[in-house]
């Protein structure tokens, strides 16, 4: 039992020193742990003790950080933003005013805002504040700084002056506590018209009229097509109507119906370019209307912070920019550009003219062009416009458009031009230029002199007339549309004949004058079923007793086109031509009467460079037979090398007998046809050139000698030339040597027996070679020609040569320095000319030539001018010839 126990007690000894062991192992690990823990709580705390530290620097790292970034990006920002308001308003919208100039959008173009102050952006770059206006809305402004008010106004309405273009924008000025005060510095702008003032009580009045506006131009220019007028610009390029800006300075509180009013500019007024900027009068609330609050060179938007007011412009600057804009106004806007009139290239030439000739020569005050008809109605024009208003710049516009639409198998144009000058050269073939309008058929130019040309172009529209009316009558129609469609092999173009300053040929009353007016009242009455269309355009149509009274020629003239201050285009009643600015003319299909005016602004079309364009691509396109137009120049002198007739001219055949013909000079003709004299074996066969113009009667001779020789063979013909005065001795001998072996040389001494031995020759058996004789002067040797030769004198042998020497082959060409002295060579006053069967008169007045040498009583209507001559072949003519003489040979 005892070892029981003991062995018990073993047991619970051992278990209890296992027990203490484990303990204490686990307490000496429990203090290690806690002794670890505790340096472990020391490193915590002191590291605890040093985060507050390095978070706060982080933190104001990453601060410092956040601000820069902000600041940079807040520079960045505002330096955007200032860079967007300088492009949404450039120049004259948003320069400070020592660097401000206006800067004109073009047409089609929104001004855009405008500057009215800056605002302050801390660390960055002030930005530009932009107020929307023009095709935007309306401003008010509200606050007791009345100057910082006028400030605002001034400057929003400089800088819309200045930005749109001049005229664009009109101002309306209501101010009735200051009688316009506000707005003095704009009033030089009154002189153009783009400055009203309305006074007291003159509210209703103003609003009825902006209401006004805005309905016609809703129902007449928008016309349901576009939402506004900046849509319209931006659609079609062309802005129709100004800005109208209304600035209404206080007053009393609007009545009933001016509230009303008000309230439908502000909704409507935007988008018809009507605008209000008002001060002291409340707008309605509306999203176009943008208030800004004025107080201390600040104001407030909404929306925005306080903005830093820009100061008022310059007083000088706001005066002397409205008197630059009012005077470019007074000038006249600039014209359109000529390309306006033109269809695209690939439609040119597309058009029909069977049934007219339609073209645009402006556009209107909408935009939209302004087209002329030529045709069965209306089927003439007349122009009218002091110099200077554009006149041929108008012919030229119309011509263009009109070329550029139809064929030269669909149009023809003759123009002829009375006054000096050569604008209408640049039409026909030059040195400077080789190409032509192809279209054109003639051009006159300076024929301020050569009445004549002008009747010769009228006699052939006369004949051309015919031709067609004879054409209509065989195929039974009457109108040119039905010629064409029964015809349509036949050559049957509309033609446009121009004449510029058409009142000189008109002028006087000789024959010239009466023959025009009867062919200009027959074309003009039967040119219109024909297809054969005047245009006739003066400076100013007062006392053209031909014209004028001929109430019948007048009454087809139906178009009538009207520059600046024209007077007498229109009816009597109708005055809408003095109020024009230059580059518009009122055009009028109505005979003038005041309900047809159509306004149009004519593009500028004469210059070299803007025509050339035009032409050198229709030249390009001309067909492969087209030839230059006939161009006369009045102040040219013709070469005999140059004429047609002349290079013509050939030596017959052996064994073919032909009268041979003398040229003497170019007839005033739409032809470059010479003046020829037919020499046959008949009597009177010779020529008399009578004046004393030396060089002049050099020509005549010496063109006669050259033609008549380049029609005989070398040695077939015999050309004996008499200079009797010295100063013609150098034409003379140059004629001498240019014939070479065919000629004989004569002077005063040997002159009597060159008549001797050719009056000997006419009593001989047969006919010999044509003889001519080439007389220069020959009334200088009346003493040399006294002297007995043979029982006769030379004065004798003379006379029997005229007589009878024609019918022999010898015919005389000889110039006498006056009536008198050939009468008096021909046997005195009493004598007989028959022997003179032609003659040249120059410096020789019509009363001198008498009955004897041309038919009827008086002489014919021959006034005497330089390099012309009046040619009468009495064998020929009924009426003597005006002609120029060709000019000295190169």
């Keep these: 039992m005892a070892d029981r126990r003991a062995q018990l007690a073993a047991r619970v000894r051992q278990t209890l020193g296992e027990a203490l062991g484990a303990t204490r192992t686990r307490l000496a690990t429990a203090q290690t742990e806690l002794a670890t823990e505790r340096i472990r709580l020391d490193r915590i705390r002191r590291a605890a003790g ?381 040195r400077r230029d080789p190409s032509w309008l192809p279209h054109m058929r003639l051009v006159g130019i300076n024929v301020n002199t050569d009445r004549e040309f002008g009747l010769a172009l009228l006699r052939f529209l006369a004949e051309e007339l015919r031709r067609r009316a004879d054409a209509a009558k065989k195929h039974e129609v009457t109108k040119l549309a039905e010629l064409r469609a029964v015809d349509p092999a036949g050559h049957w173009p509309r033609i446009v004949a121009v004449v510029d300053e058409f009142q000189m040929l008109l002028a006087g009353r000789d024959a010239v004058a009466r023959e025009a007016a009867d062919l200009l009242e027959d074309l003009a009455r039967r040119g219109r079923s024909q297809g054969i269309h005047l245009v006739l355009a003066s400076q100013d149509v007062r006392g053209i007793e031909a014209l004028w009274g001929r109430p019948a020629l007048v009454a087809q003239f139906t178009l009538r086109i009207a520059l600046p201050k024209a007077l007498r285009i229109l009816a009597e009643r109708n005055d809408a031509a003095q109020s024009l600015p230059r580059h518009h003319a009122v055009v009028n299909a109505e005979s003038g009467l005041a309900e047809g005016n159509e306004v149009a602004r004519i593009p500028s079309a004469s210059d070299w460079e803007t025509w050339s364009g035009l032409q050198h691509r229709l030249w390009r396109m001309r067909p492969p037979d087209a030839a230059p137009a006939r161009l006369f120049d009045g102040d040219a002198i013709p070469r005999l090398s140059d004429a047609p007739d002349f290079q013509a001219l050939s030596t017959p055949e052996t064994g073919t007998v032909r009268a041979p013909t003398a040229l003497l000079g170019e007839i005033i003709d739409v032809q470059a046809r010479s003046a020829t004299l037919r020499l046959p074996r008949a009597p009177g066969r010779n020529l008399a050139v009578l004046g004393t113009r030396v060089d002049e009667a050099c020509a005549v001779l010496a063109a006669a000698a050259r033609s008549l020789a380049r029609q005989h063979r070398p040695g077939t013909a015999r050309f004996s030339i008499a200079c009797l005065d010295p100063d013609a001795d150098s034409a003379a001998r140059s004629l001498f040597a240019d014939l070479a072996d065919d000629a004989a040389w004569y002077d005063e001494e040997s002159v009597t027996e060159l008549m001797a031995e050719t009056a000997a020759g006419l009593d001989t058996a047969g006919v010999g070679d044509p003889h001519y004789l080439l007389l220069f002067a020959v009334d200088a040797a009346a ?83 330089p390099w012309r001559g009046l040619f009468f072949d009495r064998a020929v003519h009924r009426t003597g010839q005006t002609i120029i003489p060709y000019g000295p040979q190169r």
């Design 50 to 430: 040093a985060v507050p530290a390095r978070v706060g620097a982080e933190r104001d790292r990453r601060l410092a950080e956040i601000d820069e970034r902000h600041a940079a990006r807040i520079a960045a920002l505002s330096r955007r933003a200032a860079d967007a308001a300088r492009r949404e308003a450039p120049g004259a919208a948003t320069a400070l005013w020592p660097q401000w100039r206006p800067t004109p959008v073009r047409r089609a173009e929104p001004p855009g805002a405008l500057r009215i102050g800056t605002l302050a952006v801390p660390g960055g770059e002030p930005v530009p504040m932009l107020v929307p206006l023009l095709d935007a809305g309306h401003v008010e402004l509200t606050g007791v700084d009345r100057a910082a008010g006028e400030a605002v106004v001034a400057a929003l309405l400089l800088r819309a002056v200045g930005r749109a273009g001049p005229g664009a924008v009109r101002l309306t000025g209501y101010d009735p506590e200051h009688l316009g005060g506000g707005l003095a510095g704009f009033a030089p702008l009154g002189t153009a018209g783009l400055l009203t003032f309305v006074g007291p009580g003159g509210l209703g009045r103003l609003l009825d009229d902006l209401v006004e506006q805005i309905h016609r131009i809703n129902s007449t220019v928008l016309a349901g097509e576009y939402r506004s007028l900046r849509e319209l610009a931006a659609s079609s390029g062309r802005r129709p109507e100004p800005w109208r800006v209304a600035v209404l300075l206080g007053g009393e509180e609007p009545s009933r119906h001016e509230r009303g009013q008000l309230d439908r500019v502000v909704r409507t007024g935007a988008a018809c370019g009507v605008h209000l900027v008002v001060r002291g009068l409340a707008l309605p609330d509306d999203p176009t209307v943008t208030r800004i609050d004025i107080e201390s060179g600040q104001a407030g938007l909404a929306g925005f912070p306080p903005v830093d007011l820009d100061p008022a412009p310059p007083a000088a600057l706001v005066t002397e920019t409205c008197r630059t804009v009012a005077t470019r106004v007074n000038a006249g806007p600039a014209p359109t550009p000529f390309t306006d009139l033109l269809p695209p290239p690939a439609k040119m030439w597309q058009e029909d003219s069977a049934t007219g000739l339609i073209a645009p020569v402006g556009e209107g005050p909408d935009g939209q062009p302004v087209e002329v008809t030529l045709g069965d109605y209306p089927p003439h024009a007349l122009i009218g416009g002091p110099s200077g208003t554009g006149k041929t710049n108008l012919i030229f516009a119309w011509i263009g458009a009109l070329a550029a639409r139809y064929s030269p198998a669909e149009l023809e144009f003759y123009l002829l031009d009375f006054k000096e000058g050569v604008s209408f050269a640049r039409f026909a073939q030059g």
């Design 783 to 865: 003493g040399a020609l006294a002297t007995r030769v043979g029982g006769r004198t030379g004065l004798e042998q003379l006379r029997r040569v005229l007589h009878d020497g024609p019918e022999r082959r010898t015919h005389v060409l000889a110039w006498w320095r006056g009536v008198a002295r050939m009468r008096a060579d021909l046997g005195g006053p009493a004598a007989r000319t028959d022997q003179i069967g032609a003659w040249v008169a120059l410096d020789t007045h019509g009363g001198e030539l008498g009955t004897s040498l041309y038919p009827g009583t008086g002489g014919p209507d021959w006034y005497p001018r």
